[in-house]
């Protein structure tokens, strides 16, 4: 019942060191999650364990050879069954979303195949690979960060993964808005001081200032969201909305004249 998934890289240590630690390592140790790193090396039909060759055609940089790669997925359907998807991450794919990330928490198996250097062979991506997914519009030296952020954000959402059910829904991406400000002790450090209101005891002012902040940070800072979340707002995030739009209108409307 356990959420499977495969990873191929040739660095597995380093791989292995992130998926011991925190939440997905011990999601791991319980057995909730069945995780299994390969070393793409293993899967080097050569003597020296090469896994990469001059392009084709010439340039700069070394391309991954196809054979390791479509080696290594041909052992983890043999051994671990068919996946339901293989993930190349790379700056080429559809952009991770929250949206994705869900719909990918709905599948048992997932293979990710890490690269190295300038490219994958295309064959690859032709072969084995189900779909190309990018973390970000930014370059990386390996495909590994990129298939930890994949794999960590997909894992979270299996069950039992994350503590407390109810901190996902509060999950800003899963709300299409930011989160709110956060604070702990002491009240005052070094003069700055923890908003009045959060120290009141008073549960309903708190609520509706942490709404309040949280569309107001959203607004400032991730325009975008709002416009294709705004289904996802409750009526009271709605009319906080207007009202702030209608302050920066008004502002704007002064400053005209
Ligand atoms: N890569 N999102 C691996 C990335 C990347 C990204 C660059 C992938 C280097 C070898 N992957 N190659 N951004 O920057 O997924």
Redesign the pocket.
Known sequence: MSLKFDVVTIFPSMVLAFLEKGVIGRANRRKLLDIVVHDLREFSSDRHKKVDDMPYGGGPGMVMKPEPFMQAVEKIKADRGDPQTVIL???Q?RR?DQAKVRSLSQLNHVVLL???????DERVVDAVVSEE???????????EV?ALVVLEAVARLAQGVVGDADSIKNDSFERGLLDHPHYTRPADVNGARVPEVLLSGNHEEIRAWRKCEAVKRTLERRPDLLHEGRQLLDEEEKRILETLQNVDLERKVRADV
């Open positions: 991450v790379s700056p794919g991770l890490c690269g190295r250097y300038e490219a994958v997914i990018s973390i970000g519009d930014y370059v990386l030296t390996g495909g990129p």
